[in-house]
């Protein structure tokens, strides 16, 4: 049968038009993409109960969100590589929903929060091999710096005082091959995840190549988590050669490495330890700020101890409302000292015990006033043999792009009490303590510390 002029006509118009309005829909996703908002319609699966037109796409933008639902809007343009994915086939668990809005209340304290776009970008990547920086991870800002500092101090306990052959002194830490970098980095992650789920168990959370939930009402789509799959390991080895032979998940582009690696966590611990973990004073994990989201104290103490405990002091304690706060009840691998942020108000609660400020290892994290950075010694003994702390160096790395390699600093904790160096000030400076300095003094009251010739920053 023929089809006439005007029919074959029309049927072009029809074809025009279809791809004009297709044309115009994939306008408005590369626009809701590039501001990592994503469409929730990236699968085959999802593509027909996801759809968005044009219009509700450019209403959505425009319109504010609800207070307390979907994304925290960030000042910045976001564009984020796709997640780094694995085989469907490996034989992990697939996310279920129940556990994916479980995930959510326990980060954000509801389901419909998302990760902003520093978070989406986050990840374990070292500086280059056989460099002064070669044992550190190149750091970025945002809401994910405590979480990436708390790992370089197991990467540092790793490669001074527990891999086997190699000698422990600074100058090995500036020859470290690429293998030697990823190896530092599984082992790090993986006895984290190890200690977090009691010396038992370790859970991994990896992006696989199929979608396992749709969005509902009461949960949003992030476009990755969807995709989880998670892999139970009950011996320490095999969840560090897991890792080690998925390390592109945590330390690749667009790998979202970092979420990847505290989900991990989470699931490690369960959510029933997690919940016995906090008190009231943290009932989730992660909380807003300037857009995005800062990890709170029991984020970073899950990191160090392995139990998500709220507060710095050692044991418990009683609230002024007479409630049992959770603190430290034990000494940790990697310690923490804290300077000029006191956000509980309440400075017997917020002064560290000695259980973090005392820990196995001379690795300590530090917030000074919300920025994190790593002091480490060389020598194992210094917190066994107190003839070591009379005149010692730490080594202290900021991650700030400034920094090329890390600072030695010499800490004189009996020869002349800082406090009496800065009343005489004999050369009328006038130079003011370096908040670093005051960090260390939490833990050495009376010392002096030389920057050796370096100008005291941070």
Request: aromatic residues 10%; contains cysteine; proline residues 4%.
């Amino acid at each position: 049968m023929e089809i006439s002029s005007q029919e074959q006509s029309l049927q072009e118009l029809d074809l025009e038009d279809i791809t004009r309005k297709i044309l115009f829909l994939d306008k408005w996703r590369r626009i809701f993409s590039y501001h990592g908002l994503g469409t929730n319609n990236t699968t085959p699966e999802s593509h027909e109960s996801n759809h968005v037109s044009a219009n509700e796409t450019e209403d959505r933008t425009r319109r504010p969100q609800p207070k307390g639902q979907g994304h925290l809007w960030s000042s910045s343009l976001c564009s984020i590589p796709k997640p780094s994915i694995i085989s469907s086939k490996l034989g992990g668990s697939p996310i279920s929903l129940a556990m994916a809005m479980k995930l959510r209340q326990s980060l954000f304290g509801n389901t419909t929060h998302v990760f902003s776009c520093d978070w989406k970008k986050a990840r374990f990547k070292f500086h280059d091999p056989f460099s002064d920086l070669a044992s550190t991870l190149e750091i970025e800002k945002g809401g994910s710096r405590g979480i990436q500092m708390a790992v370089q101090g197991f990467i540092i306990k790793y490669l001074l005082f527990t891999r086997k052959g190699k000698d422990c002194n600074f100058h090995s830490l500036c020859e470290l091959s690429k293998p030697e970098q990823e190896q530092a980095l599984a082992s790090a992650l993986a006895g984290i995840l190890w200690n977090a789920g009691a010396t038992q168990k370790a859970t991994i959370c990896l992006v696989t190549e199929d979608t396992y939930i749709a969005s509902t009402p009461d949960y949003s789509r992030d476009d990755f988590t969807e995709q989880l799959q998670l892999f139970e390991f009950s011996e320490r080895e095999a969840t560090e050669k897991f890792i080690y032979d998925h390390l592109q998940c945590f330390k690749g582009e667009g790998s979202h490495g970092v979420i990847l690696f505290l989900y991990s966590l989470i699931f490690s611990r369960t959510f029933e330890r997690l919940q016995k973990d906090l008190d009231i004073t943290t009932t989730h994990l992660l909380q807003p700020h300037s857009g995005g989201f800062l990890c709170r104290q029991a984020v970073l103490n899950m990191i160090l101890t392995g139990r998500a405990s709220p507060n710095v002091f050692n044991g418990c304690e009683k609230g002024k409302s007479q409630e049992r706060l959770h603190g430290v009840l034990t000494r940790s691998d990697v310690g923490y000292l804290q300077w000029g942020q006191d956000s509980s108000g309440d400075n017997r609660l917020s002064q560290v015990g000695s259980m973090l400020k005392t820990p196995k290892f001379p690795i300590w994290l530090c917030n000074i006033s919300g920025n994190y950075s790593i002091l480490f010694c060389t020598n194992r003994q210094l917190l066994s043999d107190w003839k070591t702390e009379r005149l010692f160096d730490l080594y202290f790395y900021s991650s700030q792009p400034s920094q090329k390699k890390p600072v030695r600093l010499t800490v004189d904790t009996h020869a002349h009490p800082w406090e009496k160096d800065q009343q005489q000030d004999k050369h009328g400076s006038g130079r003011r303590c370096s908040p670093v300095e005051m960090a260390i003094r939490t833990k050495w009251r009376e010392a002096t510390i030389n920057w050796n010739g370096t100008s005291p920053f941070f």
